[in-house]
């Protein structure tokens, strides 16, 4: 009982803050879903708290960049303590919605979302619509349900769907998750990620050291969250970014004991572990999946670990490392499949990699991102 009051007075509290502050519009007409979609590019979030940017980047057909454009949010970005390669201590707040065509991009210091719609390699900027709470971190889609993890204030979720190209708040989608908004440092305290199982059932939020727990919201065939998560505790394993593994599977990476480890997802939200395997480097915090390969980011490290798996996750077989410029945080995966883009906050670099057969990866050459330094957020094509 004294923990559900806390949450609800946290979630008043929040709401309130960001009730307070308009969201604005751009002026920009919204076309309607016969757009194109992305394709040969690369896109990065500079989380640059003077104004947050995306920039776009033309991938050539042997997987090279070359700067393209760069697109104002209308927005902030945000620095949480602590932090140094990556402000937003995060997995996934650029995310692109393949079913409309759009790009959401999180503005953390202004507690707002960013909504482009993508052609190729631009972008037209069509909306900015309230995170729904503090400090917005990460974005997930299914259908035509959004959902927003805000990262302050104990942390939150907020939901939206998706219509004529637009965000569309959902009030009765906003839950609090009751972290410890004292915690210290904000960078290990903070929620990591938001994300689907991969059939839209339920939604999963990953807390970090805050709690060291997996929160799964079962959701209704609207789309709305149950009331409260089922929570899941994973002992001293600072859970933090994932990717699906089929239907009610994650790959998560554990910042704790630095591994990738497989989990089980089930119909009442309890999650088991399937398989486990350390990297034995520093930091390893951010996943990304490209067919039956995974490549987790190291950025204590700075180096990319490759796994190989088999029988549906529960074999994980390590490939080696590859090293990056400092500071390797989030990484994409070109469409095809064949190039591996690995964003490193410490001096703002995106490193390019051709993805072998073996598994192995390839370094092609590095991009400076404009005004990049601790940014966090890409999107490959």
């Avoid at 690369?42 to 920039?55: C, E, L």
């Avoid at 402000?87 to 507690?111: C, F, I, M, R, W």
Wanted: net charge negative.
């Amino acid at each position: 009982m004294h923990r559900i009051t806390r949450l609800a007075l946290a979630c008043a509290t929040a709401l309130a803050a960001v009730g307070s502050v308009a969201p604005s519009a751009t002026a920009a007409v919204p076309r309607d879903d016969g757009h194109h979609g992305g394709h040969h590019a690369v896109f990065v979030q500079t989380d640059n708290p003077a104004g947050n940017q995306i920039v776009a980047y033309r991938r050539a057909d042997d997987g090279t960049l070359t700067q393209d454009g760069r697109y104002d949010t209308g927005g902030l970005g945000g620095v949480l303590d602590g932090s140094v390669a990556d402000h937003l201590a995060s997995q996934g707040s650029l995310t692109y919605d393949e079913q409309h065509g759009l790009l959401y991009a999180v503005n953390a210091g202004s507690n707002t979302v960013t909504v482009f719609a993508v052609d190729g390699d631009r972008l037209e900027r069509r909306q900015v619509v309230g995170s729904g709470g503090r400090f917005p971190v990460s974005v997930a889609v299914h259908g035509d349900v959004v959902y927003v993890l805000n990262a302050l204030d104990g942390g939150s979720i907020q939901g939206y769907t998706v219509q004529q190209g637009r965000l569309h708040t959902q009030d009765g989608w906003n839950r609090c998750l009751g972290l410890d908004p004292n915690a210290t440092p904000q960078f290990t305290n903070t929620p990591g990620q938001v994300g689907f199982v991969s059939d839209g059932s339920q939604l999963v939020v990953t807390t970090k050291a805050n709690g060291n727990n997996l929160d799964v919201f079962r959701l209704d065939h609207d789309g709305a969250p149950a009331d409260t998560p089922v929570v899941t505790n994973l002992p001293g394993a600072v859970p933090f970014g994932f990717v699906p593994d089929g239907r009610h599977g994650i790959f998560l990476a554990e910042a704790g004991p630095n591994a990738l480890a497989t989990l089980t997802i089930h119909p009442d939200g309890t999650a088991t572990q399937d398989a486990f395997a350390a990297t034995g480097q520093a930091a390893t915090c951010w996943v990304v999946a490209v067919r039956d390969l995974l490549y987790a980011s190291n950025a204590g490290s700075s180096t990319l670990s490759g796994f190989r798996t088999a029988d549906h996750g529960r074999r994980l077989t390590a490939l080696g490392n590859t090293p990056t410029d400092p500071g390797t945080v989030d990484a994409a995966v070109s469409a095809n499949g064949h190039f591996l883009y690995a964003q490193t906050g410490v001096n703002g670099i995106v490193d390019e990699f051709a993805v072998n057969d073996d598994g192995s990866l390839t370094a092609l050459g590095s991009q400076a991102v404009p005004d990049g330094v601790g940014g966090e957020g890409i999107v490959a094509f």
